[in-house]
């Protein structure tokens, strides 16, 4: 069985392929795939938000669906409906594009809030309930979800409860001059997209999220995770800060950072470098704050500078029970 680190590799080699000048942004997709969570991206149309999506589900050899949300989208039109068949006079379940092992989501922010909610349950707990029955998720399962930051009108705002689920949220921004070139050469007689082939199976990919689950994480770096959540809960500018699911985001997202560079324990600088996309969306900014122009990221990283990290312990070497 390849190792998490392999299996990574091969992942974002493959991506790279097609999206061109961006290893953080497809670091980071793979980290919430390994960390068996949910992707938020949130930019600018245009900089290849879903073509992030495809190239994961091609790599993979999974499932993909596309929901494009509208203001007029159903919850039914996501989870499925039961559909009454004539000729055997019984109810027959159509499934929904939520049945699928990476689900697309694109501008989430135009589906009403009901049709929002019908994700919370499939997100939450790899499930969905419809007309009384519930039905497993195939695994794995991700929700790669876009919304545009900039254009408002049309939109309804994610709750708090929804965007909690995302174990990330990030940024794609635009390319370089030189990346940009280079896109406008590879995309001249046809999209790279199409080339591209399955580099992991399933299996591997869940292996890989097995492993990650058993990467060691110090007692001390717990204790670092948890002081910088709290932090967040008594910031003059937060007036609600990170829930324990933050918590478990940011160690979930440690120790994918962790194995994906082929180490069995979690570091302090792995906690540090994933607080801001791990912790950012779930803060809840006292309205002097907005007003004044200061958001959840410049709060995260004062508080990561107050914060002291654990020093001078041997973080592989405790007794692992």
Do not use: W
């Not at 992707?39 to 073509?51: F, N, R, S, Y």
């Amino acid at each position: 069985m390849a190792t998490p680190a392999e299996v990574a590799k091969r992942l974002q080699d493959n991506i790279q392929r097609v999206i061109v000048g961006k290893e953080d942004a497809t670091r980071l997709a793979i980290i919430a795939l390994f960390a068996d969570g949910h992707l938020l991206i949130e930019d600018v149309p245009g900089v290849a938000k879903t073509m992030l999506a495809r190239c994961l589900a091609r790599s993979i050899g999974a499932s993909f669906r596309r929901i494009q949300c509208t203001p007029d989208l159903l919850p039914t039109d996501i989870t499925g409906l039961s559909v009454f068949n004539q000729k055997t006079a019984e109810f027959e379940f159509n499934p929904g594009p939520v049945m699928s092992n990476i689900v697309l989501t694109d501008e989430i922010n135009r589906a009403p809030p009901r049709t929002q909610s019908a994700l919370l349950e499939a997100m939450a707990e790899g499930q969905v309930t419809v007309d009384g029955v519930t039905r497993r998720l195939a695994r794995p399962f991700c929700v790669i979800a876009t919304q545009n930051p900039i254009e408002y009108e049309g939109t309804f705002p994610l709750p708090e409860a929804q965007l909690d689920r995302f174990v990330l949220r990030m940024t794609i921004g635009y390319p370089s001059a030189e990346s940009e070139s280079e896109i406008l050469l590879r995309l001249q007689l046809s999209h790279p997209v199409e080339e591209i082939q399955q580099v992991v199976t399933t299996d591997e990919l869940l292996g890989a999220q097995r492993r990650v689950r058993e990467t060691f994480v110090h007692q001390k770096v717990r204790d670092y995770i948890v002081r910088l959540v709290q932090a967040t809960r008594s910031y003059p500018d937060v007036a609600l800060g990170a829930s324990p699911r933050g918590s478990l985001a940011l160690l979930r997202c440690g120790q994918a950072q962790a194995a994906c560079e082929g180490l069995d324990f979690v570091l302090p600088d792995h906690v540090k470098a994933l607080l801001e996309p791990t912790v950012a969306h779930r803060l809840i900014l006292t309205p002097e704050a907005r007003l004044a122009g200061r958001g959840g990221r410049a709060a995260l990283s004062r508080i990561a500078n107050q914060v002291e990290p654990p020093v001078g312990e041997a973080y592989a070497a405790e007794e692992r029970s």
